[in-house]
């Protein structure tokens, strides 16, 4: 066969023989949106091919996590979408004769080899725009399909299964659409596991430029051909399928339209002066539900109100971009949307429930969807909470950034995300990077950092500032130039603020 990705077709025949010949395969995956459907791409693959296994999620994968996944009785553990930055460690375990590891990532790897090692950054490929963990576990899961197939899936239908998901087929035989609308062969091959992997590269913010590319796009392109995904120019604003029509133009902040983003008000003044039926059956429609035509009313208007306002041109082009569209989702649901459906599974991530996300990807649309949209609706109030409280509170100004310490009144996973939106709300500048701290545990005090591309284009570099400022006090950190993170000794905060300022004040002088 030919997989999507040539560079790497040798390895993921390598890692899929050995998952092949294994009595049975512990998969082990990060608990965010690319993890998740990494899982769910796996769990899939695997148990097509007839594969017993059972699934953990970790939200790091430290020395504890790898000794207790040494600790199981599985001999051949599968890491998906990480695995790559441990293998120093998860390598003393394979010369311990304890696991094999076969690992699917794109994470930089740690100084150490082993044979069933598929990274697109070892084949000469971008791990973090070209090929995500999602996409990995894709390539290996057509891989699988290919190897693996036939002998060993009838075999082991009689054999013991101690997997603990739930087969996707079970799921999906009572949706009806999918089993229609996807051809066996696309089954067969794996190729209907394309959509996840798209749903993985885009909740990585593989996407960031517009659209997918390198690698990912192969992955697209089979995706299209088995009918699981469609492409599109389209508006680049989040909610398309699920945001009443007012919503999705008075949320989206990306480009900034005075006088409609951020204004409940001014977005209805915009609609109300367009020649449109705004609403059906007295409820509010969504663009997805819009007819080509009534998009393109509204998109032009909304680009003739960027042009007036004096919106920079190379703005108003990031308000089209590409969209990925999962086919057989229905309709006004946010799992048709690959960034809404990533969104999505990031919720049921943020407060430990991979049990629910990995089960929405496996197909269930019953409890587990319901359960997520909950999960979408808390962190959305939780994150509204947490603006006021920082709103209300204030922010401390240093010379070059500013802070403020939620100690734990907001939780860690979404301290950072908190003091980016909070940025530009009266008393917190958007002229400076914000440092937030929020409690972890009894020791440790999570910082998170956020700036604007402005301030990147001017020099700054947080993922430099968050790693040198952390270690600096016996932490560590990293990140992005524009949102980074760290963990701190409790205790040392004022000292990481100080370091901080100093070196923000260097990368903008
Ligand atoms: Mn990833």
Same mark, same amino acid.
């Given at each position: 066969m030919t997989g999507p990705v040539p560079e790497l077709e040798d390895r993921a025949i390598a890692c899929a023989k050995r998952l092949c010949a294994a009595d049975r395969v512990l998969l082990a995956s990060h608990i965010d949106a690319d993890g998740l459907t990494s899982a769910a791409i796996a769990a899939q693959a695997l148990e097509r091919a007839g594969i017993p296994f059972e699934t953990v999620f970790e939200k790091q994968l430290d020395e504890d996590a790898i000794s207790a996944i040494a600790d199981t009785d599985y001999d051949t553990v599968l890491f998906t979408d990480f695995g790559s930055g441990q293998l120093d460690v998860i390598g003393e375990y394979e010369d311990a004769g304890d696991l094999t590891p076969v690992i699917a990532d794109h994470h930089q790897p740690a100084d150490r080899e082993t044979d069933y090692h598929l990274n697109p950054l070892l084949f +000469?490929? !971008? %791990? @973090?725009?070209?090929? *995500?963990g999602a996409g990995a576990s894709y390539v290996l899961a057509r891989a699988l399909a290919d190897v693996c197939s036939g002998s060993r899936a009838a075999a082991a239908d009689g054999g013991e299964r101690v997997d603990e998901s739930r087969s996707s087929s079970e799921h999906r035989s009572d949706g009806g659409a999918v089993a229609e609308s996807t051809g066996p062969t696309a089954r067969a091959d794996n190729r209907d596991l394309a959509a996840l992997a798209v749903v993985g590269a885009v909740g990585d913010m593989q @996407? @960031?430029? +517009?659209e997918l590319h390198g690698a990912n796009a192969e992955i697209v392109a089979e995706g299209v051909e088995a009918g699981v995904i469609e492409t599109g120019k389209d508006l @680049? #604003?989040?909610? =398309?399928?699920?945001?009443p029509l007012p919503k999705l133009l008075e949320y989206a902040t990306d480009v900034h339209i005075p %006088?409609? *983003? !951020?204004d409940a008000n001014g977005a209805l003044r915009f609609l109300d002066e367009?020649? #449109?039926? #705004? =609403?059906?059956d007295g409820e509010w429609r969504r663009w997805a539900g819009l007819t080509s035509e009534e998009k393109q009313t509204v998109a032009s208007a909304l680009v003739r109100r960027a042009v007036s306002r004096g919106v920079p041109a190379t703005k108003i082009d990031g308000l089209v971009s590409t969209a990925y569209v999962l086919s057989e989702e229905s309709v006004g649901?946010? #799992?048709?949307d690959a960034s809404e459906f990533s969104t999505l599974l990031n919720a049921t991530a943020r407060y430990e429930r991979a049990d629910v996300g990995l089960s929405v990807c496996l197909g269930d649309r019953g409890g587990a969807l319901e359960r997520a949209r909950q999960l979408l609706r808390e962190h959305r109030r939780n994150l509204s909470n947490g603006i006021d409280l920082v709103t209300r509170e204030g922010v401390t100004q240093e010379d070059h950034v500013q802070w403020f310490h939620a100690g734990d009144r907001i939780r860690e996973t979404i301290v950072g995300i908190v003091a980016g939106m909070a940025?530009? !709300?009266? %008393?917190? *500048?958007?002229s400076k990077p914000i440092v937030a701290f929020a409690d972890k545990n009894d020791e440790e005090v999570k910082v998170s950092a956020r700036g604007t591309h402005s301030l990147v284009r001017k020099g700054l570099d947080l993922s430099i500032v968050m790693g040198d400022a952390s270690r600096a006090i016996g932490g560590d950190g990293g990140g992005h130039d524009v949102a980074a993170g760290a963990t701190v000794p409790k205790g040392n905060e004022e000292a990481f603020v100080e370091r901080a300022d100093e070196i923000v004040g260097e990368q903008l002088s």
């Amino acid at each position: 066969m030919t997989g999507p990705v040539p560079e790497l077709e040798d390895r993921a025949i390598a890692c899929a023989k050995r998952l092949c010949a294994a009595d049975r395969v512990l998969l082990a995956s990060h608990i965010d949106a690319d993890g998740l459907t990494s899982a769910a791409i796996a769990a899939q693959a695997l148990e097509r091919a007839g594969i017993p296994f059972e699934t953990v999620f970790e939200k790091q994968l430290d020395e504890d996590a790898i000794s207790a996944i040494a600790d199981t009785d599985y001999d051949t553990v599968l890491f998906t979408d990480f695995g790559s930055g441990q293998l120093d460690v998860i390598g003393e375990y394979e010369d311990a004769g304890d696991l094999t590891p076969v690992i699917a990532d794109h994470h930089q790897p740690a100084d150490r080899e082993t044979d069933y090692h598929l990274n697109p950054l070892l084949f +000469g490929i !971008n %791990g @973090a725009s070209e090929l *995500s963990g999602a996409g990995a576990s894709y390539v290996l899961a057509r891989a699988l399909a290919d190897v693996c197939s036939g002998s060993r899936a009838a075999a082991a239908d009689g054999g013991e299964r101690v997997d603990e998901s739930r087969s996707s087929s079970e799921h999906r035989s009572d949706g009806g659409a999918v089993a229609e609308s996807t051809g066996p062969t696309a089954r067969a091959d794996n190729r209907d596991l394309a959509a996840l992997a798209v749903v993985g590269a885009v909740g990585d913010m593989q @996407a @960031a430029g +517009g659209e997918l590319h390198g690698a990912n796009a192969e992955i697209v392109a089979e995706g299209v051909e088995a009918g699981v995904i469609e492409t599109g120019k389209d508006l @680049a #604003l989040y909610g =398309k399928q699920t945001r009443p029509l007012p919503k999705l133009l008075e949320y989206a902040t990306d480009v900034h339209i005075p %006088g409609i *983003s !951020n204004d409940a008000n001014g977005a209805l003044r915009f609609l109300d002066e367009l020649d #449109l039926e #705004l =609403k059906r059956d007295g409820e509010w429609r969504r663009w997805a539900g819009l007819t080509s035509e009534e998009k393109q009313t509204v998109a032009s208007a909304l680009v003739r109100r960027a042009v007036s306002r004096g919106v920079p041109a190379t703005k108003i082009d990031g308000l089209v971009s590409t969209a990925y569209v999962l086919s057989e989702e229905s309709v006004g649901t946010e #799992l048709r949307d690959a960034s809404e459906f990533s969104t999505l599974l990031n919720a049921t991530a943020r407060y430990e429930r991979a049990d629910v996300g990995l089960s929405v990807c496996l197909g269930d649309r019953g409890g587990a969807l319901e359960r997520a949209r909950q999960l979408l609706r808390e962190h959305r109030r939780n994150l509204s909470n947490g603006i006021d409280l920082v709103t209300r509170e204030g922010v401390t100004q240093e010379d070059h950034v500013q802070w403020f310490h939620a100690g734990d009144r907001i939780r860690e996973t979404i301290v950072g995300i908190v003091a980016g939106m909070a940025m530009g !709300n009266a %008393g917190i *500048s958007r002229s400076k990077p914000i440092v937030a701290f929020a409690d972890k545990n009894d020791e440790e005090v999570k910082v998170s950092a956020r700036g604007t591309h402005s301030l990147v284009r001017k020099g700054l570099d947080l993922s430099i500032v968050m790693g040198d400022a952390s270690r600096a006090i016996g932490g560590d950190g990293g990140g992005h130039d524009v949102a980074a993170g760290a963990t701190v000794p409790k205790g040392n905060e004022e000292a990481f603020v100080e370091r901080a300022d100093e070196i923000v004040g260097e990368q903008l002088s």
